[in-house]
């Protein structure tokens, strides 16, 4: 029996080969594995005394040769086994291999000339063959997996279902490898295709979650090999499924915001946005927009949470604070308020490049809805022309409804010199209806406050109930086919209203 051993990630190595050695194996080895390997007193053929050939290229060619992959491709059959010895070659059993450290090196920020020297070829090769093979070959492509499979050896070899295992592991992290250098390269391309032809993705799990949405499907957390953990929890229980949901909308949102802002997230729809001198003030107008929806939310900050902060924070139930930074005070406040409260600071958080959704129909990939405004081609379509108040209160409100899932209406109005949410009307199967929601969630404070729609108005009543509770003016995308009787109604009413020509809608 031949095992071939070839690994970048030396853990568990030493005591791997110990045993198989033990198990009447003999050890073939490449590079740095196989002096590893002697280092340990272990009996090891080096790859190039079997191919004839030294490692070429400084290393780059090291086991593609056929007398190593031919070994590997065996089928056992009397066919494969005499084309075996009239070449003077034996199969190999046992493949332990892993690949060059490329995400870990695209995540330290190496250059490109760097990040290309770590794109495995060989082990890619290696591992392809071994778990084509599997029914003749065992291929170990994790380390955690060493002390399993030399126990299953021991008592006398791996089942078919284990074999098979094996192969399906190989088979992803190959996968995977390949779709992390396939985006990192598509990143160094200026004019890669945000929806190419073909996109694959590569996704490693990282936390296994207690459950999904609901308590009876199952869930787990994926990041990209890539991609360094976005947020650094600092305090607080596991987070949940629906806590990153949350989070996301919630993270998204304040970041689209100017510096302190403060987003308050329920069931994935921001109940208060409020910006202000600081993170505490803006708090407090965030809140104020509808604190009965804010008892158990998700709130994210724009900016650094200090003690102020985090006092004026005490009186409510919150599931997740997430912040750019906290303050030591703030944070020892924060953990005295509940060991429950999950803290987390942002350490690489970024939107993504692209939005994917699995559906009946296949896979849904967009772009993300960043792109910045653009206010020359807003036109103001009323015979009132907003007021220089009502122009701050109008992109303020635009740019918090592109946060709430449609149809969305945001009412929004200066609360002590700074601009906030006093009514979101989200998720609406009818745009009035929305309305409806919005307004009644203001209150009284629906008088004088200016309202923005993720969508056209299709008729004249969103306006008009708008109008009857205060609300001095308007903006949305327009092209409704009823745009003029919208805008009539507007008209007669003495609302100002500002069409965009860009819509927000979130679904």
Not at 233 to 239: R, V
Request: net charge neutral; glycine share 8%.
């Amino acid at each position: 029996m031949r095992a071939l051993l070839s690994v970048a990630d030396k853990r568990g190595l030493a005591d791997l080969g110990r045993a198989l050695h033990a198990l009447g194996y003999d050890l073939l080895a490449s590079g740095g594995t196989a002096q590893v390997l002697r280092q340990d007193g272990l009996p090891v053929q080096a790859v190039e005394d079997l191919t004839g050939f030294p490692e070429l290229l400084e290393g780059r060619v090291k086991t593609l040769h056929p007398a190593i992959h031919a070994g590997l491709l065996s089928r056992r059959t009397p066919q494969d086994q005499a084309e075996l010895a009239r070449h003077g070659l034996a199969p190999i059993d046992l493949v332990a291999v892993n690949l060059y450290p490329f995400a870990e090196t695209v995540r330290r920020g190496a250059p490109l000339a760097d990040a290309l020297e770590q794109i495995d070829i060989g082990g890619v090769a290696l591992l392809r063959a071994a778990a084509k093979n599997f029914p003749h070959v065992v291929v170990l492509s994790d380390p955690d997996d060493y002390p399993w499979v030399v126990q299953a050896l021991q008592q006398g070899g791996l089942n078919p279902d284990q074999r098979l295992g094996l192969a399906l592991k190989a088979f992803r992290h190959t996968a995977v490898y390949d779709a992390t250098i396939a985006d990192y390269l598509a990143r160094q391309t200026p004019a890669a295709e945000a929806l190419p032809a073909t996109l694959p993705i590569g996704l490693q799990q990282i936390q296994a979650l207690r459950y999904g949405e609901n308590p009876h499907q199952r869930a787990a957390r994926y990041l990209s090999p890539t991609q360094n953990e976005p947020f650094a929890q600092l305090h607080g229980k596991t987070m949940s499924y629906n806590n990153w949901l949350d989070l996301d909308a919630a993270w998204r949102a304040a970041q689209d915001f100017p510096a302190p802002a403060v987003v308050i997230v329920k069931h994935g729809n921001p109940c208060g946005i409020g910006v202000g001198a600081s993170v505490a003030a803006a708090y407090r107008r965030a809140l104020a927009s509808d604190p009965v929806s804010a008892f158990g939310s998700v709130i994210a900050v724009h900016g650094v949470v200090d003690a102020d902060a985090a006092a004026a924070m005490q009186g409510l139930f919150i599931e997740v604070l997430a912040a750019d930074d906290f303050t030591p005070e703030a944070l020892e406040a924060l953990r005295g308020k509940s060991r429950h409260l999950r803290l987390l600071r942002a350490t690489a958080a970024s939107w993504p490049r692209r939005e994917a959704r699995t559906t009946v129909a296949g896979w849904l990939v967009q772009t993300p809805d960043t792109a910045a405004e653009d206010e020359s081609a807003w036109r103001v379509v009323t015979q009132r022309t907003p007021s220089d108040h009502e122009w701050a209160g109008l992109r303020f409100a635009w740019r918090a409804v592109k946060h709430v899932r449609s149809n969305a209406i945001v009412l929004a109005r200066q609360v002590e010199g700074d601009w906030a949410t006093v009514g979101v009307g989200a998720g609406q199967m009818s745009r009035v209806d929305a309305v409806h929601m919005a307004v009644y969630k203001a209150g009284e404070r629906a008088q004088g406050a200016v309202l923005a729609s993720d969508a056209f108005f299709p008729f004249p009543d969103g306006v008009a109930l708008a109008a009857q509770h205060g609300v001095t003016a308007v903006i949305q995308p327009g092209g409704s086919k009823r745009d003029a009787q919208v805008i009539a109604e507007a008209d007669r009413l003495g609302l100002a209203m500002v069409f965009t020509g860009r819509r927000h809608f979130r679904h």
